[in-house]
Protein backbone atom coordinates (compact mmCIF):
# COMPACT_ATOMS: atom_id res chain seq x y z
CA UNK A 1 0.00 0.00 0.00
CA UNK A 2 1.12 3.45 -0.88
CA UNK A 3 -0.44 6.67 -0.02
CA UNK A 4 -0.81 10.43 -1.27
CA UNK A 5 -1.89 13.61 0.73
CA UNK A 6 -4.73 15.43 -0.96
CA UNK A 7 -5.12 18.99 -0.63
CA UNK A 8 -7.00 19.45 2.53
CA UNK A 9 -4.79 16.99 3.92
CA UNK A 10 -6.54 13.92 3.70
CA UNK A 11 -4.36 10.30 3.17
CA UNK A 12 -5.53 8.58 -0.04
CA UNK A 13 -4.23 5.00 0.18
CA UNK A 14 -3.62 3.38 -3.13
CA UNK A 15 -2.10 0.17 -4.34
CA UNK A 16 0.42 0.30 -7.80
CA UNK A 17 1.31 -2.51 -10.04
CA UNK A 18 2.81 -2.85 -13.15
CA UNK A 19 4.87 -0.66 -15.43
CA UNK A 20 4.13 1.25 -18.05
CA UNK A 21 1.77 4.95 -19.00
CA UNK A 22 -0.45 4.86 -15.56
CA UNK A 23 -4.19 4.21 -15.44
CA UNK A 24 -6.77 4.72 -12.49
CA UNK A 25 -9.23 2.94 -11.62
CA UNK A 26 -12.30 4.78 -9.94
CA UNK A 27 -14.74 2.72 -7.77
CA UNK A 28 -17.95 3.07 -7.65
CA UNK A 29 -20.71 3.35 -4.52
CA UNK A 30 -19.37 0.50 -1.42
CA UNK A 31 -16.63 -0.23 -3.43
CA UNK A 32 -13.14 -0.25 -2.04
CA UNK A 33 -9.55 -2.13 -2.08
CA UNK A 34 -10.58 -5.27 0.49
CA UNK A 35 -14.43 -4.94 -0.05
CA UNK A 36 -13.76 -5.25 -4.01
CA UNK A 37 -11.78 -8.68 -5.55
CA UNK A 38 -12.58 -7.88 -8.81
CA UNK A 39 -10.97 -4.13 -9.41
CA UNK A 40 -7.71 -6.05 -8.11
CA UNK A 41 -8.33 -8.76 -10.41
CA UNK A 42 -8.94 -5.87 -13.13
CA UNK A 43 -5.72 -4.71 -11.92
CA UNK A 44 -3.84 -7.27 -12.34
CA UNK A 45 -4.67 -8.35 -15.83
CA UNK A 46 -3.94 -4.67 -16.99
CA UNK A 47 -0.07 -4.67 -15.20
CA UNK A 48 0.99 -6.48 -18.26
CA UNK A 49 1.06 -2.76 -19.95
CA UNK A 50 0.10 -0.31 -17.54
CA UNK A 51 1.21 0.78 -13.69
CA UNK A 52 -2.25 0.71 -12.31
CA UNK A 53 -3.17 2.90 -9.65
CA UNK A 54 -6.13 1.48 -7.79
CA UNK A 55 -7.10 3.86 -4.79
CA UNK A 56 -9.78 3.97 -1.42
CA UNK A 57 -12.00 6.96 -2.09
CA UNK A 58 -11.98 8.69 1.10
CA UNK A 59 -13.72 7.33 3.60
CA UNK A 60 -13.46 3.99 2.45
CA UNK A 61 -11.11 1.50 3.58
CA UNK A 62 -7.51 2.89 3.90
CA UNK A 63 -8.19 6.00 3.14
CA UNK A 64 -9.22 9.12 5.47
CA UNK A 65 -12.23 10.92 5.59
CA UNK A 66 -11.83 14.70 5.59
CA UNK A 67 -15.74 16.12 6.63
CA UNK A 68 -17.32 18.41 5.36
CA UNK A 69 -17.17 16.36 2.02
CA UNK A 70 -17.48 17.75 -1.35
CA UNK A 71 -17.56 16.60 -5.21
CA UNK A 72 -14.53 18.92 -5.23
CA UNK A 73 -12.65 17.10 -2.49
CA UNK A 74 -12.52 13.66 -4.48
CA UNK A 75 -12.12 15.68 -7.65
CA UNK A 76 -8.74 17.04 -5.90
CA UNK A 77 -8.01 13.13 -4.57
CA UNK A 78 -7.42 12.13 -8.09
CA UNK A 79 -5.76 14.96 -8.70
CA UNK A 80 -2.99 14.60 -6.21
CA UNK A 81 -3.22 10.42 -7.90
CA UNK A 82 -2.64 11.95 -11.50
CA UNK A 83 0.12 14.21 -10.12
CA UNK A 84 2.17 11.47 -8.13
CA UNK A 85 1.45 9.57 -11.21
CA UNK A 86 3.71 12.29 -13.39
CA UNK A 87 0.99 14.75 -13.92
CA UNK A 88 -1.68 12.80 -16.49
CA UNK A 89 -3.32 9.27 -16.41
CA UNK A 90 -6.42 7.39 -17.89
CA UNK A 91 -9.01 6.93 -15.88
CA UNK A 92 -11.11 3.94 -15.64
CA UNK A 93 -14.28 4.62 -13.69
CA UNK A 94 -16.97 2.07 -12.87
CA UNK A 95 -21.21 3.11 -11.93
CA UNK A 96 -21.06 6.28 -10.07
CA UNK A 97 -16.95 5.98 -10.04
CA UNK A 98 -17.60 6.84 -13.90
CA UNK A 99 -19.52 9.83 -12.85
CA UNK A 100 -16.58 10.84 -10.84
CA UNK A 101 -14.14 10.58 -13.37
CA UNK A 102 -16.13 12.53 -15.75
CA UNK A 103 -16.60 15.59 -13.25
CA UNK A 104 -12.47 15.74 -12.72
CA UNK A 105 -12.00 15.49 -16.63
CA UNK A 106 -14.54 18.50 -16.86
CA UNK A 107 -12.71 20.35 -14.26
CA UNK A 108 -9.61 20.07 -15.77
CA UNK A 109 -7.46 16.43 -14.33
CA UNK A 110 -4.79 15.79 -16.19
CA UNK A 111 -6.80 12.81 -17.48
CA UNK A 112 -5.45 11.26 -21.04
CA UNK A 113 -8.47 9.14 -21.39
CA UNK A 114 -11.84 8.28 -20.05
CA UNK A 115 -13.16 4.69 -20.01
CA UNK A 116 -16.56 5.01 -17.85
CA UNK A 117 -18.41 1.49 -17.30
CA UNK A 118 -22.23 2.29 -16.78
CA UNK A 119 -21.93 5.89 -15.51
CA UNK A 120 -25.01 6.65 -13.39
CA UNK A 121 -27.10 9.08 -15.90
CA UNK A 122 -30.75 8.48 -16.55
CA UNK A 123 -32.01 10.09 -19.81
CA UNK A 124 -35.65 8.13 -19.71
CA UNK A 125 -38.63 7.27 -18.17
CA UNK A 126 -37.61 3.47 -17.58
CA UNK A 127 -36.90 4.22 -14.03
CA UNK A 128 -38.35 6.60 -11.41
CA UNK A 129 -35.59 9.87 -10.77
CA UNK A 130 -33.53 9.81 -7.52
CA UNK A 131 -35.69 11.82 -4.63
CA UNK A 132 -34.87 15.12 -4.19
CA UNK A 133 -34.50 14.49 -1.10
CA UNK A 134 -32.25 11.18 -1.36
CA UNK A 135 -28.74 12.61 0.03
CA UNK A 136 -30.69 14.25 2.84
CA UNK A 137 -32.40 10.61 3.84
CA UNK A 138 -29.12 8.57 3.79
CA UNK A 139 -27.54 11.12 6.11
CA UNK A 140 -30.41 11.14 8.39
CA UNK A 141 -29.85 6.71 8.63
CA UNK A 142 -26.70 7.33 9.48
CA UNK A 143 -26.42 10.13 11.58
CA UNK A 144 -29.60 8.30 13.54
CA UNK A 145 -26.99 5.31 13.87
CA UNK A 146 -29.00 3.43 10.90
CA UNK A 147 -25.96 2.31 8.83
CA UNK A 148 -27.83 -0.62 7.69
CA UNK A 149 -31.09 0.90 6.76
CA UNK A 150 -29.37 3.84 4.66
CA UNK A 151 -27.62 0.58 2.55
CA UNK A 152 -31.16 -0.69 2.20
CA UNK A 153 -32.32 2.55 1.20
CA UNK A 154 -29.64 3.02 -1.38
CA UNK A 155 -30.18 -0.69 -2.84
CA UNK A 156 -34.09 -0.15 -3.20
CA UNK A 157 -34.34 3.75 -3.85
CA UNK A 158 -30.82 4.28 -6.03
CA UNK A 159 -30.17 0.47 -7.29
CA UNK A 160 -33.72 -0.74 -7.22
CA UNK A 161 -34.01 -4.24 -5.93
CA UNK A 162 -36.88 -4.83 -5.15
CA UNK A 163 -37.32 -5.22 -1.36
CA UNK A 164 -37.18 -9.13 -0.93
CA UNK A 165 -34.02 -9.53 -1.58
CA UNK A 166 -32.69 -7.53 0.95
CA UNK A 167 -33.16 -10.27 4.02
CA UNK A 168 -31.35 -12.62 2.49
CA UNK A 169 -28.40 -9.70 1.57
CA UNK A 170 -28.33 -9.03 5.16
CA UNK A 171 -27.45 -12.39 5.97
CA UNK A 172 -24.53 -12.42 3.44
CA UNK A 173 -20.73 -11.85 3.78
CA UNK A 174 -20.76 -8.44 1.76
CA UNK A 175 -23.16 -6.71 4.05
CA UNK A 176 -20.31 -5.45 6.87
CA UNK A 177 -18.73 -4.30 4.46
CA UNK A 178 -21.18 -2.28 2.87
CA UNK A 179 -22.33 -1.36 6.72
CA UNK A 180 -18.68 0.33 7.17
CA UNK A 181 -18.81 2.63 4.29
CA UNK A 182 -22.88 3.38 4.53
CA UNK A 183 -22.02 7.16 5.34
CA UNK A 184 -19.96 7.38 1.93
CA UNK A 185 -23.21 6.57 -0.12
CA UNK A 186 -24.49 10.26 0.15
CA UNK A 187 -21.25 10.92 -0.86
CA UNK A 188 -22.14 9.19 -4.44
CA UNK A 189 -25.56 10.97 -4.18
CA UNK A 190 -23.87 13.91 -4.70
CA UNK A 191 -21.45 12.89 -7.50
CA UNK A 192 -23.94 11.43 -9.39
CA UNK A 193 -26.29 14.86 -9.17
CA UNK A 194 -29.63 13.11 -9.30
CA UNK A 195 -28.29 10.80 -12.33
CA UNK A 196 -29.03 14.46 -14.38
CA UNK A 197 -27.25 14.49 -17.52
CA UNK A 198 -25.68 17.72 -18.47
CA UNK A 199 -24.97 18.29 -22.24
CA UNK A 200 -23.32 21.79 -22.47
CA UNK A 201 -20.92 20.65 -19.44
CA UNK A 202 -20.55 17.11 -20.95
CA UNK A 203 -19.88 18.63 -24.50
CA UNK A 204 -16.61 20.94 -23.01
CA UNK A 205 -14.69 17.66 -22.18
CA UNK A 206 -12.53 17.02 -25.35
CA UNK A 207 -10.80 13.82 -23.46
CA UNK A 208 -11.50 10.90 -25.59
CA UNK A 209 -14.03 8.78 -23.85
CA UNK A 210 -15.58 5.22 -24.15
CA UNK A 211 -18.51 4.58 -22.38
CA UNK A 212 -19.52 0.79 -21.64
CA UNK A 213 -22.63 -0.95 -20.75
CA UNK A 214 -23.88 -4.24 -20.81
CA UNK A 215 -27.39 -3.97 -22.27
CA UNK A 216 -28.72 -5.13 -18.88
CA UNK A 217 -29.75 -2.53 -17.52
CA UNK A 218 -32.18 -0.42 -19.81
CA UNK A 219 -31.38 3.53 -18.18
CA UNK A 220 -27.95 2.47 -17.92
CA UNK A 221 -28.21 1.88 -21.17
CA UNK A 222 -29.55 4.66 -22.73
CA UNK A 223 -27.67 6.93 -20.36
CA UNK A 224 -24.47 5.63 -21.48
CA UNK A 225 -25.53 6.45 -25.63
CA UNK A 226 -26.71 9.96 -24.51
CA UNK A 227 -23.45 10.42 -22.62
CA UNK A 228 -21.44 9.13 -25.59
CA UNK A 229 -23.10 11.36 -28.08
CA UNK A 230 -22.89 14.22 -25.88
CA UNK A 231 -19.26 13.99 -25.32
CA UNK A 232 -17.05 15.62 -28.48
CA UNK A 233 -14.84 12.52 -28.42
CA UNK A 234 -16.73 10.03 -27.30
CA UNK A 235 -17.94 5.79 -28.48
CA UNK A 236 -19.94 4.05 -27.05
CA UNK A 237 -19.60 0.16 -26.66
CA UNK A 238 -22.03 -2.23 -25.45
CA UNK A 239 -20.28 -5.60 -23.94
CA UNK A 240 -23.97 -7.67 -24.00
CA UNK A 241 -24.68 -10.04 -21.44
CA UNK A 242 -22.35 -8.02 -18.72
CA UNK A 243 -24.32 -7.47 -15.72
CA UNK A 244 -23.31 -4.00 -13.31
CA UNK A 245 -20.15 -5.43 -12.16
CA UNK A 246 -18.44 -6.94 -15.46
CA UNK A 247 -16.21 -9.74 -15.60
CA UNK A 248 -12.37 -8.73 -15.51
CA UNK A 249 -11.53 -10.79 -18.12
CA UNK A 250 -13.97 -9.14 -20.44
CA UNK A 251 -13.36 -5.97 -19.49
CA UNK A 252 -9.80 -6.01 -19.60
CA UNK A 253 -8.83 -6.16 -23.30
CA UNK A 254 -11.48 -3.63 -24.25
CA UNK A 255 -9.24 -1.49 -21.57
CA UNK A 256 -6.33 -2.51 -23.21
CA UNK A 257 -7.24 -1.92 -26.75
CA UNK A 258 -8.83 1.69 -25.94
CA UNK A 259 -6.12 3.02 -23.42
CA UNK A 260 -3.37 2.01 -25.96
CA UNK A 261 -4.52 3.41 -29.02
Known sequence: ????????????????????????????????????????????LLTGRFTVLNYDRRGRGDSG?????????????????ITHAGGSAALYGSSSGGNLALEAAARGAGATKLALWEPNFLVDDSRPPLPDDYVAQLEERVAAGRRGDAVE?????????????????????????????????????????????????????????????????????????????????GTHRRLEGQQHGPSPDLIAPVLIEFFSS
Request: net charge negative.
Open 1 to 44: METVTSRDGTTIAFDRSGDGPPVILVGGATQYRASDPGTAQLAA
Open 65 to 81: GTEPYAVEREVEDLDAL
Open 153 to 233: YFLTTAVGLPAEYLGPMRESPMWAGMEQVAHTLAYDGRVVNGFKLQPGRVAAVATPALVMDGGQTPWMSSGAEALADALPN
